[in-house]
């Protein structure tokens, strides 16, 4: 699927490996000769169970990412958890492997939300 996406900022720091993305913004950089950009779009839902609570169910994260290598690009949801039919933590794109491997901060407190302006994703990205 294509998408124009619209990252508020684009930093030139995206690296074959771990990266952390802040909420709405892009990392860029050059792997393998490849153009690649990768946006930290939206949280779409987070039921992670808080630090201080006793939950059933440990829950999960999804976030919604853009990834563009050479100006296609492809938009998806991956999750902090990964449950086959029901969630990914991983996708491979044009040759590239994209994971999600948390999301921070770490809920403390049930009811207390988390402002947008403290969440990162952390993302690893490997070429395939």
């Keep these: 699927m294509a998408f124009v996406n619209s990252c508020s900022k684009t930093g030139n720091r995206l690296k074959e490996g771990t990266v952390e ?3 709405s913004e ?4 050059t ?8 946006c930290f779009n939206t949280v779409v839902s987070d039921s992670r169970c ?3 609570v006793v939950c059933i169910w440990q829950g ?3 976030g919604r990412f853009t990834f563009t290598k ?3 690009s492809s938009t998806f949801d991956l999750s902090t958890l990964d449950q086959p039919a029901t969630y990914n933590k991983d996708t491979i794109l ?3 492997k994209i994971e999600f491997v948390n999301l ?3 809920p403390q407190n049930a009811g207390n939300s988390i402002p947008d302006s403290q969440r990162k994703a952390e993302i690893k990205i490997t070429k395939q």
């Design 21 to 23: 993305l802040k909420l």
């Design 26 to 29: 892009c990392e860029s950089g």
């Design 31 to 38: 792997i393998a000769g490849d153009n690649l950009k990768l």
């Design 50 to 52: 808080p630090t201080n």
């Design 60 to 62: 999960t994260a999804v």
């Design 70 to 72: 050479n100006n296609e």
């Design 94 to 96: 044009v040759g590239y």
């Design 104 to 106: 921070h901060p770490y």
